[in-house]
T-cell receptor, first 117, second 111 residues
Framework: GAVVSQHPSRVICKSGTSVKIECRSL??????MFWYRQFPKQSLMLMAT?????????EQGVEKDKFLINHASLTLSTLTVTSAHPEDSSFYIC?????????????FGPGTRLTVT | KQEVTQIPAALSVPEGENLVLNCSFT??????LQWFRQDPGKGLTSLLL?????REQTSGRLNASLDKSSGRSTLYIAASQPGDSATYLC??????????FGAGTRLFVKA
């Protein structure tokens, strides 16, 4: 099946710094990728939809200037958490759709644990 | 607005028991429904995907059913094993690019 990777798997950063998370589709081209965040014992909440070659679409309540998304190629999307604060500590998961499959099944990355100290 | 609810929130069963996890959704206009497994601190593993035109899907000891008209899906796990212990998430694709997740059921299978 299709594989989506994320890097890094864990990151610890100091408050006020920025951190970048990469999401890659390894064996397919993903025109659309999605970024989710998950708080402990809660479900996944969609943050934004990342479209290759265009601006990301953010969900209501998500600060686009804080969570910068760049879908630079058909296999790579990045999420940059700018000026991170402890409340940004969370589990971030990306997913991608393989447009070559039916019925547009989503493939999820392994997630990135962000801890802001 | 589509909402997905999973019951129970947590479940503890002895090894070997058959069990059913429930998922309900408020808007029956869905494209597909997917069941995932999530181990602690890990990403999601897709278990079964049911298209809106299908009634059920099976994979090994897992069987997922879909009743779109009533807004319900069940995940049946036969002969549960300690290795099945995880959180099970139900997710509904509304036909656009949005997937709405339930809060999950935390399953613990006791040896």
């Amino acid at each position: 099946g299709a594989v989506v990777s994320q890097h890094p798997s864990r990151v610890i950063c100091k408050s006020g710094t920025s951190v970048k998370i990469e999401c890659r589709s390894l064996d397919f081209q993903a025109t659309t990728m999605f970024w989710y965040r998950q708080f402990p014992k809660q479900s996944l909440m969609l943050m934004a939809t990342s479209n290759e070659g265009s601006k990301a679409t953010y969900e209501q309540g998500v600060e686009k200037d804080k969570f910068l998304i760049n879908h630079a190629s058909l296999t790579l999307s990045t999420l940059t958490v700018t000026s991170a604060h402890p409340e940004d500590s969370s589990f971030y998961i990306c997913s991608a759709r393989d447009p070559g499959t039916d019925p547009y099944e989503q493939y999820f990355g392994p997630g990135t644990r962000l801890t802001v100290t | 607005k589509q909402e997905v609810t999973q019951i129970p929130a947590a479940l503890s069963v002895p090894e070997g028991e058959n069990l059913v996890l429930n998922c309900s959704f408020t808007d029956s206009a869905i494209y597909n429904l997917q069941w995932f497994r999530q181990d602690p601190g890990k990403g999601l593993t897709s278990l079964l995907l049911i298209q809106s035109s299908q009634r059920e899907q099976t994979s090994g000891r897992l069987n997922a059913s879909l009743d779109k008209s009533s807004g319900r899906s069940t995940l049946y796990i036969a002969a549960s094993q300690p290795g099945d212990s995880a959180t099970y998430l139900c997710a509904v694709n509304t036909g656009g690019f949005k997937t709405i997740f339930g809060a999950g059921t935390r399953l613990f299978v006791k040896a």
